[in-house]
């Protein structure tokens, strides 16, 4: 047995200290990015301009059904109309997910100096998320297709959620809801098959969510060496549940009906489509190999991240 010894104390003293100046640090020079490079969508945009005929909503490899037989079957007309539910039900999806963030945040820096420049990016992340929230909405709202909400289920798993989760939880969360989406609309953006209101928008989230990234990843790098072992532990399987959550919501099925198919046929092709499992892996792939790097991975929490068809 070991016993703790006044240089131990002194050391992990020392750490502390260390993880704390490299928190201030990593902060400061979120809040100069945000300073320099944060937009306003409703006047970086050009809202009224008429949508192009011909032109996608969202990338054609991106969207669920691609390469599968219903994909052969379907006109072009049919599949830009489903690429613009889609890119609808991704917005959708964003809005619920940054508005749990929101929380996570807020719960975050409850009880921290409101002084400290965490503290100060953490708010500044919020004006970001609302901001976004707001852009998906009109975006959402300037097209034909309608606001996709996620299931009753999900909502209330999100509501309880965001009320109990623990910090590393948060941010694992966090992460999941950001890194996927950004992975998308880091294609998105530059691709000129695409609206260039859909490509307007996704370059301003992209911009402002690779300091979100950072701002979750080192948190949680530093919670995973300072948590609890409970509380690791507890966000290994957590993280792993939500991965599966994650992968089911990811589209909403109901892109289907609204479009003229088979809802259950349809959902059945994605399900057994190698092109999109690839699409999610690859999508999941820089998140899922940071979280093995943290050990976040292992045991039952990474089974249940293979079963949620993100890790390969
Ligand atoms: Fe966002
Ligand atoms: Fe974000």
Not at 50 to 69: A, I, N, R
Not at 106 to 113: C, E, G, L, M, T
Not at 146 to 168: C, D, E, M, Q
Request: charged share 30%.
């Amino acid at each position: 047995m070991t016993t703790l010894t006044e240089a131990d104390a002194v050391d992990g003293l020392r750490d502390a200290l260390g993880l704390l100046k490299d928190r201030e640090q990593v902060a400061e020079r979120l809040l100069a990015s945000s300073a320099k490079h944060s937009f306003d969508p409703d006047r970086e945009l050009d809202w009224d301009a008429p949508f192009e005929d011909g032109k996608w909503f969202w990338p054609p490899e991106l969207v669920s059904l691609y390469g599968t037989p219903m994909w052969q079957r379907m006109s072009e007309e049919q599949r830009i109309l489903l690429s613009q539910h889609e890119a609808a039900a991704l917005a959708s999806l964003g809005i619920w997910f940054e508005l749990i963030l929101m929380q996570l945040l807020v719960r975050h820096i409850y009880d921290k100096a409101a002084t400290s420049a965490h503290v100060r990016y953490a708010l500044t992340e919020i004006e970001d998320e609302c901001r976004h929230s707001k852009m998906f909405a009109r975006l959402i709202e300037r097209g034909d297709a309608p606001w996709y909400p996620v299931s009753r289920a999900h909502r209330n798993l999100g509501r309880l959620f965001k009320t109990i989760s623990t910090t590393p939880g948060s941010f694992t969360a966090t992460l999941l809801g950001e890194e996927v989406l950004d992975w998308m609309q880091r294609l998105t953006f530059p691709d000129e098959r695409v609206q260039p209101l859909v490509r307007g928008v996704t370059r301003i989230h992209v911009v402002e969510e690779a300091r979100h990234v950072r701002y979750a990843r080192e948190e949680l790098r530093r919670q995973m060496v300072t948590a609890p072992r409970w509380s690791q532990e507890f966000t290994r399987v957590t993280s792993g549940e939500f991965a599966r959550v994650f992968s089911v919501a990811f589209v909403n099925p109901e892109v289907y009906a609204n479009v003229g198919l088979d809802r259950r046929e349809a959902v059945a092709q994605v399900r057994a489509s190698g092109h999109r499992r690839e699409v999610m892996q690859t999508g999941a792939k820089r998140l899922t190999d940071f979280l093995d790097d943290i050990g976040v991975l292992q045991g039952v929490g990474r089974r249940l991240w293979k079963s949620s068809g993100l890790l390969a």
